[in-house]
């Protein structure tokens, strides 16, 4: 699942600055001579506009005004004011749900970057090879599988008869074994190794790709030096990848705190409340529970929350120098 | 030169140690699905007999021609107005640069984090309204539409790498934007809008929030959200399940494994261009 926001990130990257003799003055200059071209351009980008704002912009609008209603969907609705808003701070299950998809970034995010950048900066040497080429391929396999089938995949992976249990009866460890989603304790991380097992072989192959530009030369110049291969890690990989580890972290973290796939499949929020995250909230809310407004105010809590989290990974990862 | 070996071959095995976590949930699903219905396999183990049947028996209870069908309609339907549209738009803002060009743009960026979840309630209030409920339009048309920062993002990135020459000698030559755009530009915008394609295939056919929100016949929705559906019936059947599973993913597999460096290089592209 690398969602839109993997290839938006790299399509912005790859957008090339204008060169700095031809700079924007001269074109909008060029484009004076010739009005006829002018506003045209807007009928271009209506048809698109058109459906992004029906489809889109108008929802979010509406969720934004539903969250200060009481609705049940079908009847009147009474204007409530923040209630909704301040009910998802006093509402111990509604505020859970929060927590526990900041919980999943731990799993979705930081568990496949580190080990993402520890795999990268391990095979560097091996880049070119075939066997690197082959694990091109085979890393991509959960991106392309629909979120649902890697749900039920692991579903009974993790169950009780499952291969986990298996593995771990096999090194000896029959006293952990249990069915992993059903425990109160281990349902939510065990929601996480799904999600680290779906996006770990996208963020090490985003970081591969990111390492292969970096220059040789600055290795050989740093194994003069006596540098290590930690000191190396330190002061040559992790600078040089800013940009790629900023991709893989904004795309980890929407993915982790917009999770519902997952989760829906594996343990529709159970045990208890223990798995329960906002987009599963708001599908219940919304969809059994109808309660509109509430399911709405969570709506707009969820998406500013994902803009207040990605816009300073964004700003921070930005590479001042292109 | 020692050191350089021993850090290689450490890399080799901690890559095919990666590799095995990614295919043996496969291996799993694959063998599971082999054993007799209706039976609890223990972990990952070959059976006795192998009921190669069982796919047989999963593709006719899933309805897996009608479903391939289904999926396929939606993603003709999402896919190449998306890929129009967002063209046309990512032209427009990258080439033709119209006054308050900056502005649109950024408009489209906004919906580039949206989660789903954000709007999919007042979605369904919305189609419903509009009577397409439990079609295939309440599928297609809000995908277009949540699709369209995406797409947008993706062919303004190459727009703007046109250089304005090109547009000058076609003008010159009496071409208006309209021919401009579809006779010059369109052409060799092929390898990007080709990769779009493909991006928004699979994330149309993977669609799951939208298809088990909007539409309550599995047989109009998407594969993934077929696939919930599926679960839902013959959870309690692993055998089944696991064989089903494995049908609903072949599709993609089979598209994957055969544009799979396009594919790879989609996602991938601007990292390695930097």
Redesign the interface.
């Known amino acids: 699942?690398?969602?839109?926001?993997?290839?938006?990130?790299?399509?912005?990257?790859?957008?090339?600055i204008p060169p700095p003799g031809r700079p924007v003055r001269g074109?909008?200059a060029?484009?004076a001579r010739?009005p006829a071209?002018?506003?045209?351009?807007?009928?271009?980008?209506a048809?698109?506009?058109a459906?992004?704002a029906?489809?889109?912009?108008?929802?979010?609008l509406?969720?934004v005004q539903?969250s200060f209603y009481r609705w049940d969907?079908i009847g009147p609705s009474t204007w409530v004011g923040g209630a909704n808003y301040r009910r998802l701070f006093t509402d111990s299950d509604l505020f859970d749900s929060i927590l526990n998809a900041f919980k999943l970034i731990v799993f979705f995010s930081f568990i496949p970057v580190l080990?993402g950048l520890?795999?990268a900066a391990?095979?560097?040497?091996?880049a070119h090879t075939r066997?690197?080429l082959?694990?091109?391929?085979?890393?991509?396999?959960?991106?392309?599988?629909?979120?649902?089938?890697?749900g039920?995949?692991?579903t009974?992976?993790l169950s009780s008869?499952?291969?986990v249990?298996?593995?771990l009866g096999w090194l000896g460890l029959d006293g952990v074994t249990r069915a992993w989603l059903g425990d109160f304790s281990t349902a939510l991380p065990a929601v996480g190794v799904i999600g680290a097992?779906v996006l770990?072989?996208?963020c090490?192959?985003?970081l591969m790709?990111?390492m292969?530009?970096i220059d040789p030369a600055l290795y050989e110049v740093a194994r003069l030096d006596g540098a290590g291969?930690i000191r190396e890690f330190f002061a040559i990989t992790l600078p040089s990848l800013r940009?790629?580890i900023g991709?893989c972290v904004t795309v980890t973290v929407?993915a982790a705190?917009?999770s519902?796939?997952i989760i829906?499949?594996s343990t529709q929020g159970g045990p208890g409340n223990t798995t329960m995250v906002?987009?599963l909230e708001?599908?219940y809310l919304?969809?059994s529970e109808r309660q509109?407004g509430m399911?709405?105010a969570l709506?707009?809590a969820?998406?500013l929350l994902?803009?207040i989290v990605?816009l300073p990974i964004q700003w921070l990862t930005k590479d001042g120098s292109r | 030169m020692i050191?350089?070996r021993r850090?290689?071959w450490?890399?080799?095995a901690?890559?095919?140690l990666?590799?095995a976590?990614?295919?043996?949930?496969?291996v799993?699903?694959f063998v599971?699905a082999l054993h007799p219905s209706g039976t609890?396999?223990?972990?990952?183990s070959w059976p006795a007999h192998p009921q190669w049947g069982n796919f047989a028996d999963a593709f006719r209870v899933a309805h897996m021609g009608r479903l391939l069908a289904s999926s396929t309609l939606i993603v003709l339907g999402v896919v190449p107005i998306s890929v129009v549209?967002?063209t046309?738009?990512g032209?427009?803002?990258g080439h033709?640069?119209?006054?308050?060009?900056r502005i649109?743009f950024l408009?489209?960026v906004l919906?580039?984090?949206?989660?789903?979840?954000?709007?999919?309630?007042?979605?369904?209030?919305?189609v419903r309204d509009m009577g397409l409920l439990n079609t295939r339009w309440a599928i297609i048309?809000?995908l277009?539409?949540?699709?369209?920062?995406?797409?947008?993002?993706?062919m303004?990135?190459h727009f703007?790498?046109m250089p304005?020459d090109l547009s000058e000698a076609a003008?010159i030559d009496g071409a208006n934007?309209w021919q401009l755009?579809w006779r010059i530009h369109v052409p060799l915008a092929m390898p990007a809008i080709s990769s779009l394609g493909i991006?928004l295939f699979?994330?149309t056919?993977?669609q799951?929030?939208l298809a088990?929100?909007l539409v309550d016949d599995p047989m109009k929705r998407t594969?993934?959200g077929a696939?919930?559906a599926f679960?839902g019936q013959w959870g309690t059947d692993?055998p089944l399940?696991?064989a089903g599973?494995l049908l609903?993913?072949a599709p993609?597999?089979i598209v994957?494994?055969i544009f799979?460096r396009r594919?790879?290089a989609?996602?991938?592209?601007?990292?390695?261009?930097?």
């Not at chain 1, 391990?122 to 091996?126: G, H, L, P, Q, Y």
């Not at chain 2, 277009?144 to 993706?154: A, Q």
């Not at chain 2, 989609?266 to 930097?274: C, D, R, T, V, Y």
């Open positions: 699942m690398a969602g839109p926001l993997t290839a938006a990130r790299t399509a912005t990257a790859e957008a090339p074109r909008r060029r484009g010739r071209r002018g506003w045209s351009g807007w009928l271009f980008a048809p698109a506009f459906v992004y029906v489809f889109v912009l108008r929802p979010i509406l969720t539903y969907g080990l520890a795999i391990t095979i560097r040497r091996i066997l690197a082959v694990a091109r391929t085979v890393l991509f396999l959960p991106q392309v599988i629909p979120l649902v089938a890697a039920i995949t692991w009974w992976l008869s499952g291969f249990n298996q593995l097992w770990v072989g996208l090490t192959l985003l790709a990111g292969s530009k291969a940009q790629e991709v929407i705190l917009a519902f796939d829906y499949i906002p987009g708001i599908y919304a969809f509109v399911a709405s709506a707009v969820l998406m994902v803009l990605v | 050191v350089g850090e290689a450490t890399g080799r901690l890559l095919l990666l590799m976590i990614t295919v043996v949930p496969f799993s699903l599971t609890y396999p223990s972990g990952i549209l967002g046309m738009a032209f427009a803002f033709l640069r119209m006054p308050g060009h649109g408009v489209f919906g580039l984090t949206l989660p789903f979840e954000g709007i999919i309630t007042p979605l369904y209030y919305q048309l809000p277009i539409g949540l699709f369209m920062p995406f797409s947008v993002l993706w303004r990135a703007v790498g304005d003008r934007t755009f991006l699979l994330w056919w993977n799951f929030l088990i929100v594969m993934a696939l919930g679960q692993i399940l696991c599973s609903i993913m993609t597999l994957f494994v799979q594919f790879v989609a996602l991938l592209q601007g990292s390695l261009k930097g």
